[in-house]
Structures are given as structure tokens and as C-alpha cells.
């Protein structure tokens, strides 16, 4: 996918300037978050099982290449083939090569994170070969002009009811409809044409099992399961670090993801799928394909971000992280929003490439408090901060002026003296009044809000003076 | 007990008051206090900005000025916070600084925390008329569990009505620099935190963070909100408003 992170700055003024857009995100914000909360309640020990959690993803990230090779040897005695693409552009010429290798014209299409990624559906077009987007989100998106998700887990909630219902009048021709049923059933009557003729599904994966070579599917619409069983090749495009060791693992972080995504103790769907259709058996994919997805994440193992590896991709940092909730997702510029996208696009899309996105954030700590396999995102993002510094990366105003003022404030005396005048200078700023309504040195925080006026001294001077009093 | 007074670089420039507000309720309980008159900044800035080599020099010079006292006091959780862990972290490969790190942590609290988990304040010398609603600063809710210390005290001075407001752990948008880096986004958020300070129906906000305080006093004003106070939780309890 294309990166547009570098516009950050101008992404996150027209998220904000954009009214329709402002409206959607306040009926939004707070649904995942009081629906994670009531979820979590019924787990009786959060802390102790996200401390499991985090163990078992540190178990794998810790020997990536030993859980990674145990999964493939189980895969592949199933039946399935697996194959390793370095980045985007393998994954596209991989799975093209197999659409074209079984004659496929049409490929139905569960959702993948790393799809979006590698631009996967881009390449299959040039291809001639026709994706589906069949996640209710992803459709909506697809039909309209492909537009790129802004969130990993629901990728249309910067839309609202009536764009939709715009949307599918437009796209389907069809008398226009203000019911969510109703838009839900047009969408199903589309889609089950598209499911009954495709020749290739593709999914993601959102747990690879290394103890029997399965991929876990984690959906609420059933779409997922249309996708992986009826087409005669199933393909599964997922990360490398995704793999876990056993089942018994998978049920422990099943306790924390639906529930940590969105709210429910379970999702509507939940499949193991292993291997390929036996001879005995009535469904099920002929062909299964795991294309195992590097695309930046082994240069991540081992390094100052190895913890990023255990994401999950539940979405909670972003569903509760106060930028976010007010810019939504696009703003961030690539596949990944919020925290973790914050964290993840400068490491897989280059730190150059998204000079503001580690410094898009409040350090509120709130996005760590709900991760379920706690990942220090605070941590993370001011590491990557330390990163583009020491690199040169950031503007060079900026760089000179932390310098100054560090020296300044390793010499009392003369950060006395500039306090001082600092004190006075905005006093004078302000006049009479208790604020100052333009800050020359700083007009970025006057334009949404006043700059309350100093007292006028420092403390260090008065209290000097109180202390020459009283002696 | 000697208590060694970090009045943070943004009390010191922007408002004097809180820093004496402090003073106050510490020698008030008993405390002999000291403001070492070489302090500058705890070097939280320059290490959330990615300067390493500034942020380590400025924790050096804190750790060399505070670490005679018996114990360190900040009124703030974010600076309270910083001295306390990440000054740990900073050191991992200058094993003589790491100790006098992990021993000044073990000493550093932010002032709330400090009156009542370490000298637990019977009685404050405050009084107030009117209804005050709390503002959890992120870092000191979220990293050294600030929560009832603020409640407890403001629950001891006489006329504090104190009228919980919803959010109110959520964050403000100030964020340090991100205020000024992404000015309008901050904005934003502070108009949130200022719907949520409104709904409560409270006549002030208090917090623990000059840095929220100025954000959320700013938005406020600019929203065209002349009448609610908004006060460090230190001026209210040492009655300094």
C-alpha cells in the first residue's frame, strides 16, 4: 500500500476539519471501549492471563525460526504448501503465480492486514484476476473506490449508516435503503454470488499453531468460512510472527483477543483449519497455501522493538487512544493506525517515511494499560523518537533548540536568568488580560486555545526574596 | 525528615504559587523542607523529544542536588513519574549511576502520594467554597496509581464539594511537546476533557500536572468559559487560592 504518512500533519487537520467525518468518530468512540470493559469483567484474572499471554508470544518472537520451521513441517505433512515471501511484492507474485497456476479468474477474499500491506489486490487486477473483499467492511470499502481501511478490525468505522446506504444506492443500483438488515442483506445477495462462483479464498491468519500446522480465523460474519472452504484453493496470507506453539495456547489468548477487540467473550466465528480436503470429506479447500510474510519483521527480532512482535492486532490501543479517537485512522497514512501503526509503520514502511507518527502521541499510556499481551507502546514510540534523532531525522530547528535548552538547563545561573525573563516576557504578552491570545514562539497552541499568562516572577526569585526576608 | 522540594522548571516559570502551595503543606506537616536553588528541569522534555545525551545530563545534575535528602517531593506525577522510573532505565550501562538512580526512586514521590502514603496527613490547612471537580493527569494515574491520594486529601478541607466528572481518566491532550507539535489535534482532545469537566456541573477542576492545567485553562477560556477555577490540587489544599 501505498504510504502517506509523511502528510500526518495535513492528514490529521482535515480529519479534524471534516465534519461528516467528526460526527461518525464520536458515535464511534466509546462503543469498543465500554464494550471491552463489560467484556473483561467476566475474565476473573485480566492481569494473570495477559501475563500468560504475553509469555507465550514471547516464547515465539524469543525463537522465531525454530516455532516457524516446526509449523511448516506440521503444514506441510497436512498437505498444505508453504512458501516464505522477503516482502509486499513477493506476496503479489506468489499468489498470482498460484491463481494462474489453477486457472483462477476470480478469488474471494476474508480480511488480510498484510494483503493491504503488499497492495495485493492492485496486483491481482493487473493480473486479470477479479478480488472480492467479502468482510463486510472491506466490501464497503472496495465498492468504494477502494478506499483504504482506518481500522484493523473495522475497517469502515469512519462511515456512518446514511454513507452506506449512499454508497450501495450508488454501487447497486438499487432502491436506497436506511436499515442495517437491509443493507446487510443486499451485501449477502452480492456476496453469495461472488462466494458460489470464485475459484481461490483468501484469508488471513490470525494464529498460526505450530503442534498441528493450522491457521485460526477469528470473524463475526461468517464470511471467513465461505471464503476457506468452498473454492478449491485456500490461501492464507499471514505475518511470521503470528505462529504460536500449541492449542492449548491458542485458548489462552482466545480469552483475550475477541474480548479485547471487540467485547465479546467469543466472536460469532472461530475456525481451526487444518490441511486440505480428505478424501472422506465433503468440503474444504484441494489447495492450501500459507505465503508466510517477512516484510520487515525478522530485522524487528532481537532489536530495541522485539516486543512490537507479540501484537496481536486487536485494535485496543487504537480504540482507546485519545488521538485516534479524534482523527481516525487515515490520518496515519498506511495499513496500521494508532499506536501500534505509530510503532509499526516507521519499522515495516521506513522511519523516514513517517517522520511524525512516534511523536503523534501523548505518551498517555493508556494504549499500554489495555494491551492484551502488554506491549510498552509509550516505550516504543519514545525509543523511536531517540531513533530519528540520533539519525538526523528530525528538523533541524527542532534538534537546535532541545540542544540549547538542555545546556541552558545544565547551568543554573543562566537558566535563572532566562526564566526570569521568560516569566516577564510572556507577562507582558498577556497585558492586562489573564491569557495570552497569540503565542509568537509557539502559535500552534494558540490557534485552538489560549495560553494562560504567568504569574509574572519565578519561583526561585521569590522565593529567594522570602528567604532574604525572613533572615 | 528532610524533604528535598523539586518545584518542576513549568511551577517555577508559570505559576510560583503552586510551588509555595507545596511548601506550605509540607512544613505544615512537619517537614523540614529544602529548595536546592540549582534545580532546573528534570530533563523529561529532552528525553520524550529523543535527546538521550540531554535527557541523561539533566537527570545526573537532579540525581547530584536531591539525592541527600531523606526524601524528594514533586508536585507533579509527570516529573514525579520520570525521576522515579525513567531514570532507571537511562542507566543501564553506567552501573554507578544506575545505583544512585534506583536509590533517589526509591525516595521521589509526587506531592499527593507523598502526604498521604509516606507522612499520612491527618489534617490540611485549606479551606475552599465550592464544588471541585478531579482531572487524573495520565502519568500519575497510569504509572505511580495516583488516584485516591488527590480524593483523600481534597476530601479533608472544609466546603470541597468534590463532583466526579466522566473521563476523567481519560487524557486531557496536552502531552508535553505533542501540544505544540500537533497543536490542533491537542485541542481537540482538551475540548473533550472540557465537555466532561461542563457535564459534571462542578465550579473547578483540580489536577496534580501544571502541564494539563494549562491546556485544559486555555481550551476553557477559549470555549468562552470565563467562571470555572482551575487549580493545582496543592493550591486548594494548602488554602493558596
Given at each position: 500500500m501505498e504510504i502517506k504518512s509523511m502528510r500526518f500533519k495535513a492528514n490529521a487537520s482535515a480529519s479534524l476539519a471534516n465534519v461528516v467525518l467528526q460526527g461518525n468518530l464520536k458515535n464511534a468512540k466509546g462503543k469498543f471501549v465500554t464494550k471491552r470493559a463489560e467484556a473483561l469483567k467476566?475474565?476473573?484474572?485480566f492481569e494473570g492471563t495477559r501475563d500468560a499471554a504475553k509469555a507465550i508470544r514471547n516464547k515465539v518472537i524469543d525463537n522465531l525460526d525454530l516455532w516457524l520451521e516446526r509449523f511448516e513441517r506440521k503444514a506441510l505433512d497436512t498437505g498444505a504448501h508453504v512458501m516464505w515471501a522477503k516482502d509486499g511484492a513477493e506476496v503479489c507474485r506468489l499468489v498470482t503465480e498460484i491463481a494462474r497456476k489453477h486457472g483462477v479468474k476470480k478469488v474471494t477474499k476474508s480480511k488480510s492486514m498484510l494483503s493491504e500491506e503488499a497492495g495485493l489486490n492492485q496486483a491481482l487486477e493487473a493480473a486479470g484476476i477479479q478480488p472480492v473483499e467479502t468482510d463486510l467492511g472491506e466490501y464497503i470499502l472496495q465498492v468504494d473506490n477502494n478506499e483504504p481501511p482506518s481500522h484493523i478490525i473495522a475497517p469502515a468505522v469512519h462511515k456512518s449508516l446514511d454513507d452506506v446506504a449512499d454508497l450501495f444506492h450508488k454501487v447497486h443500483g438499487t432502491p436506497r435503503k436506511t436499515e442495517i438488515p437491509a443493507l446487510t442483506r443486499e451485501a449477502r445477495e452480492v456476496l453469495r454470488e461472488h462466494f458460489m462462483t470464485a475459484d481461490m479464498g483468501l484469508s488471513g491468519g490470525n494464529f498460526l499453531v505450530a503442534e498441528t500446522g493450522s491457521v485460526a480465523l477469528v470473524t463475526n460474519e461468517g464470511n471467513g468460512r465461505m471464503v476457506t472452504t468452498m473454492p478449491k484453493v485456500h490461501v492464507v496470507i499471514t505475518g511470521i510472527e503470528k505462529v504460536i506453539p500449541t492449542l492449548e495456547d491458542l485458548s489462552t489468548l482466545m480469552r483475550l483477543l475477541p474480548r479485547s477487540a471487540t467485547g465479546q467473550s467469543i466472536s460469532n466465528y472461530f475456525s481451526i483449519l487444518t490441511g486440505v480436503k480428505k478424501p472422506e470429506e465433503h468440503d474444504g479447500p484441494e489447495h492450501l497455501y500459507f505465503v508466510l510474510v517477512d516484510s520487515g519483521r525478522a530485522d524487528v527480532v532481537g532489536g530495541d522493538f522485539h516486543e512490537m512482535l507479540r501484537c496481536i492486532r486487536c485494535g485496543a490501543c487504537m480504540n482507546h487512544c485519545p488521538v485516534y479517537q479524534t482523527i481516525g485512522g487515515h490520518a496515519y497514512g498506511w495499513v496500521y493506525p494508532g499506536p501500534m501503526g505509530s510503532v509499526l509503520t516507521p519499522l515495516y514502511a521506513g522511519i523516514e517515511n513517517s517522520i511524525d507518527l512516534p511523536h503523534a502521541a501523548t505518551l498517555c499510556n493508556q494504549c499500554g494499560v489495555v494491551c492484551p499481551v502488554g506491549i510498552p507502546l509509550p516505550e516504543l514510540l519514545r525509543k523511536l523518537r531517540e531513533k530519528q534523532t540520533d539519525a538526523g531525522l528530525r528538523p533541524l530547528t527542532e534538534r537546535i533548540g532541545l540542544r540549547v535548552w538542555a545546556w541552558v538547563a545544565q547551568k543554573p545561573t543562566l537558566y535563572a536568568l532566562g526564566a526570569r525573563f521568560g516569566a516577564r516576557y510572556l507577562k507582558w504578552l498577556a497585558g492586562k488580560s489573564d491569557r495570552i491570545s497569540l503565542l509568537p514562539m509557539a502559535p500552534e497552541w494558540t490557534r485552538g486555545r489560549e495560553f494562560p499568562a504567568p504569574q509574572g516572577k519565578t519561583f526561585r526569585e521569590m522565593y529567594a526574596a522570602r528567604k532574604g526576608t525572613a533572615a | 525528615m528532610r524533604v528535598g522540594l523539586f518545584v518542576t522548571c513549568l511551577v517555577d516559570l508559570m505559576r510560583p504559587s503552586i510551588g509555595f502551595a507545596a511548601l506550605k503543606l509540607l512544613e505544615n506537616a512537619g517537614c523540614e523542607v529544602v529548595v536546592p536553588d540549582t534545580q532546573t528541569c528534570c530533563g523529561q522534555p529532552a528525553w520524550n523529544s529523543g535527546d538521550k545525551p540531554g535527557a541523561e545530563a539533566l537527570a545526573k545534575k537532579t540525581i547530584a542536588e536531591f539525592e541527600g535528602f531523606d526524601y524528594v517531593v514533586v508536585p507533579s506525577g509527570s516529573c514525579g513519574d520520570h525521576i522515579r522510573t525513567e531514570y532507571l532505565g537511562m542507566f543501564a550501562s553506567e552501573p554507578e549511576w544506575r545505583d544512585r538512580a534506583t536509590a533517589m526512586a526509591a525516595r521521589t514521590y509526587e506531592l499527593t502520594d507523598f502526604l498521604v502514603?509516606?507522612?499520612?496527613?491527618?489534617?490540611?490547612p485549606g479551606t475552599y467554597k465550592g464544588s471541585v471537580t478531579y482531572h487524573d493527569s495520565c502519568t500519575g494515574l497510569r504509572s505511580l496509581g495516583i488516584k485516591a491520594q488527590p480524593r483523600a486529601l481534597l476530601a479533608k478541607v472544609e466546603g470541597v464539594e468534590l463532583k466526579e466528572m466522566n473521563g476523567c481518566e481519560e487524557c486531557c491532550g496536552f502531552g508535553g511537546t505533542f501540544s505544540v507539535k500537533f497543536g490542533d489535534v491537542s485541542a481537540a482532545i482538551a475540548e473533550r476533557k472540557c465537555d466532561f469537566i461542563h457535564s459534571s456541573g462542578a465550579r473547578a477542576v483540580a489536577g496534580g500536572d501544571l502541564g494539563c492545567l494549562l491546556n485544559i485553562e486555555g481550551k476553557l477560556r477559549r470555549m468562552g468559559d470565563e467562571t470555572t477555577r482551575v487549580l493545582h490540587v496543592a493550591e486548594i489544599l494548602a488554602g493558596e487560592v
Open positions: 467476566d475474565l476473573d484474572d | 502514603s509516606v507522612l499520612k496527613v491527618e489534617a490540611v
